[in-house]
């Protein structure tokens, strides 16, 4: 005698297995172990199409078993998409026997495999579960079936999801990295443009200077103070491009949003006038694993800009952190940092060369400081976005939760 399955319950019990994994992929990974313990089978193999939808293969992979995939011209794969039921070997003829171990002969010789069940899901198939069987195998068979069939349709959907969203993350930093490349150019350019003309103040200069024959210090003193103010120009845009250059090392940790936000106000608290107010809003323990010093970079510039625009007293720049998409996929939450300040905005004209590079308007600035926020953004995997008008300027900072360094680096 054996234990009849409620296999409502089973299936209850895969949706939490499932709610306690990060990635649904990962469930496959141990999903013969599962079946062998909830299921009255003896042995089971699982064969799963690919995310390039060419061939099946065991899942998980294992290099101990030299099993070759099966591609959709195999006759195995070709029974069972055309037939769609499943697979009894004691009831097939010896004549469908021979031609389904044509293919992969190993499969069935070495494996004593009895009964093959397809995972279809929307009319496709996408995989198979491989079973060999015991007495209550055969009792419980159509109840197996139909736990399969449910399972089939809750499982994959989700593994296609995340293998989709996974090619849509390397086909983002593909693009990404072309973005970059010209960004790079764009880049150099109009360095080589920027760093020519203070240059070209200072060899005028120095000319002037081995031409003069008898001179004072008071008849110098002004070219020399035109020369250091071009030579700190220069400095500016090398260590910008430096920075930029160094986009790409991340010390990716997780990290408080809060924490980013105070350490970049102590950062520049000198130079924050006691004129202006700073209210903070915080939606608590808003984590994210990125680079602590690229974001707190990126934050530090923004705050420093919003310091800089309040002209009128009393000024005061509002800041907040919050979710986006709290009620979609993980993949889909972008957690925001929103930094607002009072001051005049930005004219119309100029709003089209915010992030262009070498293009301000302060007198002593180099114009990379958002070019550079922009491209650090980027490189983190998210976003910024600026909205202003009269009344004031608002910053907006978004990330997703984890930036996919894997990604990235296979890519």
């Known amino acids: 005698m054996f234990k009849k399955i409620d296999y409502t319950q089973l ?7 499932l709610e306690a994994l990060n990635y649904t992929e990962q469930f496959l990974d141990f999903f013969s172990e599962f079946l062998c313990k909830n299921l009255p089978v003896t042995q089971t193999w699982v064969f799963m199409l690919n995310n390039r939808d060419t061939e099946f293969a065991l899942h998980p992979f294992n290099p101990a078993i030299s099993l070759e995939p099966l591609t959709w ?36 010789e070495h494996w004593n495999i009895d009964i093959i069940i397809p995972l279809y899901s929307l009319k496709k198939l996408y995989g198979f579960v491989a079973i060999k069987a015991n007495n ?14 449910i399972l089939s349709n809750i499982l994959i959907p989700l593994v296609v999801s995340e293998r989709s969203q996974l090619e849509s993350n390397r086909n983002y930093f593909k693009i990404y990295r ?33 031409e003069l024959k008898d001179f004072k210090k008071k008849d110098i003193i002004e070219e020399l ?9 220069i400095d500016e845009i090398v260590k910008s491009l430096l920075s930029f250059s160094r986009f ?30 700073i209210n903070k809003k915080f939606d608590n323990d808003l984590f994210i694993e990125t680079d602590f010093q690229q974001l707190q970079q990126v934050v530090v510039n923004i705050l420093f800009n919003a310091v800089e625009a309040i002209r009128q007293n009393p000024g005061k720049i509002d800041i907040a952190t919050y ?52 491209g650090l953004m980027k490189s983190l995997g998210g976003s910024i976005i600026i909205n202003s008008d009269s009344r004031g300027t608002e910053v907006i900072l978004s ?13």
């Open 323 to 374: 979710v986006k998409g709290r009620d979609q996929f993980p993949s889909k939450e972008l957690f925001t940092i929103s930094i607002k300040d009072n001051g005049p905005g930005i004219s119309d004209s100029f709003k089209e060369k915010l992030f262009q590079p070498f293009q301000t308007t302060k007198e002593e600035g180099t114009g990379l400081g958002l070019y550079t926020c922009y």
């Open 136 to 149: 209550a195998t055969y009792k419980e068979l159509d109840s197996i079936e139909g736990f399969f069939k």
């Open 73 to 108: 011209n195999s006759n195995l794969v070709i029974y069972l998409k055309n037939s769609g039921k499943t697979l009894i070997m004691k009831n097939e003829t010896p004549s469908r026997l021979n031609f389904l171990e044509k293919d992969n002969p190993e499969l069935f």
């Open 11 to 17: 299936i209850e019990k895969v949706l939490k297995e």
């Open 178 to 210: 072309m973005d970059r490349l010209a960004m790079v150019g764009e880049l150099a350019a109009s360095a080589a443009h920027e760093i020519k003309n203070p240059l070209a103040g200072i060899s005028t200069f120095l000319k002037y200077f081995t």
């Open 248 to 277: 790409k090392n991340k010390k990716v940790e997780k990290i408080c949003l809060s924490d980013i936000i105070d350490s970049s106000i102590r950062s520049i608290s000198l130079k924050i006038p006691h004129t202006i107010e």
């Open 399 to 411: 990330l997703p939760y984890s930036f996919d360094e894997e990604v990235e680096k296979n890519d």
């Open 225 to 233: 103070n035109i020369m250091r103010q071009s030579v700190q120009r």
